[in-house]
């Protein structure tokens, strides 16, 4: 590791560290970029690159080729990914058993692997990587160099200009212009709410205190969405730096960085980033030579949804249970122990270095009038590329989705996309035009939240989505005022009701009662948006609610209760695959004979479907009234939450 | 059990004594021992000045806490919304059938816990499980048969 363990005091030595690094490597050198983010890793992204560097020790490459391990490079769904820079050669889907030929081919004849390469529907091609059209209609300003730095390389970070935008501020502004700076940019709060960054840190500031806090909320915990840990583990610098210049900006000696346990990496390469930013004394005191103190401690969440709401947050760091209080006073005001404190998010700290070193004008020019800059996504569910996507505020759905995207798998039908987390909503397809921003998104009747894009196809049933999102917020309801945590189980059971098709006249009317009392008395956020997922699936798919209540029937085939499988005698050609993947043995037929089910057995695993063979397509879903004509028993599902 | 509370003692001391680092003491805790117990949160109590109720609280609020033994193999299904559309549900019922156990609870031999997890950041994968800390995207039935009767 060639970690720097010298001593920085001015910007002047910064500088002069930074020309050192940079004159040290030959701009033309290739590197190896493997991604090790989550995506990657899970395919064993970390053999690829060990197999990489013992071939590249192999043929005698291994002091001019570097193998950078690097953070998520964000097309997830083809991983793991290898670049092979400066040429920006992309390797999809590689094995580690792929090393050899991708040194010998690549590194050593200067070719490229066919094999490896990006492929689209119509069969061609791509070599490089921002040809790709995933990448291609993207505009990566936070995102786009993690796939040159080794998150455990500070060199990597310097490098690319790292605590530039610290030592101006430090040297060159006062916290007040900082402050005016970001306001200017017109930065709005990436965690969810969309609150104008440089306003918060405003309110905090003029504040009369001992001591001021500054907080980076990474607590991700909205299900689908990892674009902070991306940013966090992928390039854990970028938010210190941020954290450092808000910290400076209010008056603060001492920042905490919140971050969820699941991330252990995340943690792992905070930790490190902030030892190597000790020992450099850019973190500390006189940091730069400028009389500005300051530390960081890292606070390690231990699972609860709710702790990712500020006041919550706050108690949590003090040791105390996560949970909201009422917010008579914002916690800008009086926060962490009582005193001012600025809460951001992971992406939002993240553009703070670059607007300060690249100025409010040049980010202000990107976006629209009301959201500036760009935002990362996480593009998943029923989509055909999935990953995290970073594009201009203002974008499109429709790029997103299909530019971006590619559109759905399998070449199934759009049918809408869920934003905003447990507390956003479902837009349809008749209005994928919309400019993808924090207004436009809360006039649809959803909400921009943290960034999660969950796209869903014609096979995925609105009303079990809502259902699942409110089970999924009774368990995280911290219980503390009634409207959320009672008002959230009876939805459960109305919903629970509706999906086993047990579903009565009225119900509608009382979710959506039941979802007014909400919006109007629960205590925080949370409760106040927990009927959201219902409200507006409600709204754009109220056909869906009335199919299964009034015809017990489940339109994308998904509510259990209201299924049943069936082989088409007819298109059956009797390959026992099914027969044999049955984990019940409920499918019995002779060889090349039409197989049968038998009902009683089935519990709808959904195997038999998944291995029919898409050339004949014999296995089917059937309505709960065409399994009960064929002699189905009726299946009720345990009702209650 | 001495041992276990001179553990107890390290942690607590590495966190400075600090009662504001209860919730990271806790972790810690969780983490050397897969479960905490009655004698080890009273230990923590004690050494912090803390009353046991309010360590209650904390335990039983967070989820990661667990007040039972956990079994010697861990399965986590991912149950977050991209996994859920793409049938994190039916993946979970045959998980739970192939070990015996319903989610959240771990076997009376203690061999198999079964998790929900609210999103492994790993949605392209979905649906998605760790099985003994191997990531598997989308199993088989068959497949996930296989990696139970592999575990010791």
């Not at chain 1, 553009?351 to 760009?374: F, H």
Request: proline residues 5%; negative net charge; hydrophobic residues 35%.
């Amino acid at each position: 590791m060639s970690e720097v363990a010298i001593r920085i005091n001015t910007p002047e030595e910064l500088e002069s560290l930074r020309d050192k690094v940079i004159s040290a490597r030959d701009p033309d050198a290739t590197v190896v970029s493997v991604c090790t983010g989550p995506g990657c890793l899970a395919y064993k992204s970390h053999l690829v690159a060990e197999n990489i560097e013992a071939e590249l020790e192999k043929h005698g490459l291994a002091d001019k080729v570097r193998v950078s391990r690097t953070g998520c490079h964000g097309f997830c769904e083809r991983g793991p990914s290898v670049v092979i820079l400066p040429r920006q050669t992309c390797y999809l889907r590689v094995k580690p058993e792929d090393a050899e030929e991708i040194v010998k081919t690549t590194l050593v004849e200067g070719g490229v692997v066919e094999r490896l390469l990006y492929e689209g529907s119509d069969g061609v091609k791509i070599e490089l990587e921002q040809e790709i059209p995933f990448y291609k209609h993207q505009d990566k300003v936070v995102f786009g160099v993690n796939k040159y730095i080794d998150p455990m390389q500070m060199d990597d970070y310097l490098a690319g200009g790292g605590y530039r935008a610290l030592a101006k501020a430090l040297t060159k502004m006062t916290p007040k212009e900082v402050t005016e700076e970001v306001t200017k940019s017109g930065l709005r709060g990436r965690g969810g709410a969309g609150f104008p960054t440089g306003r918060k840190w405003d309110a905090t500031s003029r504040v009369e205190a001992d001591q001021r806090y500054v907080i980076v909320n990474a607590d991700e915990g909205d299900p689908g969405a990892y674009m902070d840990r991306g940013i966090l583990e992928g390039n854990p610098h970028s938010v210190i730096e941020g954290l450092m210049i808000a910290g400076y900006a209010v008056g603060s000696t001492e920042g905490y960085i919140y971050v969820r346990q699941e991330y252990p990496l995340a943690i792992d390469h905070v930790l490190y980033a902030i030892d190597v930013l000790r020992g450099m004394g850019l973190l500390g005191e006189n940091i730069l030579g400028s009389g500005f103190d300051f530390d960081i401690k890292v606070h390690k969440g231990a699972g609860a949804f709710v702790s990712g709401e500020s006041s919550a947050l706050m108690s949590a760091i003090e040791g105390r249970v996560g949970e909201p209080r009422p917010k008579y006073i914002r916690t800008s005001v009086s926060g962490l122990r009582g005193k001012p404190s600025s809460l951001n998010n992971v992406e939002t700290m993240a553009n703070v270095p670059l607007i300060i070193d690249r100025g409010a004008d040049w980010y202000a020019a990107m976006g629209t009038e009301g959201s500036k800059g760009t935002k990362i996504f996480s593009l998943v569910g029923k989509v055909l590329n999935t990953g995290l996507v970073e594009v201009p505020m203002g974008t499109t759905l429709k790029q997103i989705v299909f530019d971006i995207g590619g559109g759905m798998r399998g070449g199934k039908k759009f049918k809408g996309v869920q934003t905003g987390g447990p507390s956003g909503g479902v837009i349809p397809e008749a209005q994928l035009d919309l400019p993808v921003d924090f207004d436009q998104l809360a006039s649809a009747g959803s909400m921009m939240g943290s960034g999660g894009m969950i796209i869903m196809d014609e096979d995925t049933c609105m009303v079990d989505v809502a259902r699942y999102f409110l089970d999924f917020l009774a368990d995280e309801s911290c219980g503390k005022c009634v409207p959320c945590r009672e008002g959230i189980r009876q939805l459960v059971v109305v919903l629970k009701r509706i999906t086993a098709g047990e579903g009565r006249e009225g119900d509608i009317a009382l979710v959506e009662d039941i979802a007014e009392m909400m919006k109007d008395s629960a205590l925080c956020g949370l409760g106040q948006s927990a009927p959201n997922p219902v409200l507006s699936t409600l709204k754009y798919f109220r056909d869906e609610y009335i199919a299964h209540i009034e015809e017990e029937r489940c339109p994308a085939g998904v509510c259990k209760p209201l299924i049943a499988y069936w082989i088409d005698p007819d298109k059956c050609i009797g390959c026992q695959k099914c027969a044999k993947e049955c984990p019940v043995d409920a499918i019995s037929g002779e060889k090349k004979e039409p197989h049968t089910i038998d009902m009683e057995k089935c519990t709808k695993c959904d195997t038999c479907f998944r291995v029919c063979p898409t050339k004949v397509q014999a296995v089917t879903k059937i309505t709960r009234a065409e399994a009960e004509k064929l002699g189905a028993p009726r299946q009720v599902e345990e009702a209650g939450a | 059990m001495l041992e276990t509370m001179g553990k107890v003692e390290e942690i607590i001391a590495l966190n400075d004594n600090d009662k504001e680092r209860l919730i990271q003491i806790l972790l810690e805790l969780q983490k050397e021992f897969r479960w905490l117990s009655r004698e080890v949160l009273e230990r923590v109590g004690k050494k912090l000045d803390v009353p046991i109720n309010h360590i209650y609280s904390l335990v039983t609020f967070y989820s990661h806490f667990s007040l039972v033994p956990k079994g010697r193999h861990v399965m986590s299904v991912c149950v977050g919304t991209a996994c859920h559309v793409r049938g994190a549900e039916r993946l979970l019922d045959s998980v739970a059938s192939a070990v015996k156990c319903k989610p959240g609870c771990t076997t009376s031999d203690e061999k198999f816990s079964l998790d929900t997890v609210n999103c492994l950041g790993a949605c392209a994968l979905g649906p998605v499980m760790v099985a003994d800390g191997e990531y598997m995207s989308n199993p088989t039935p068959d497949e996930i048969s296989r990696k139970v009767e592999s575990c010791e």
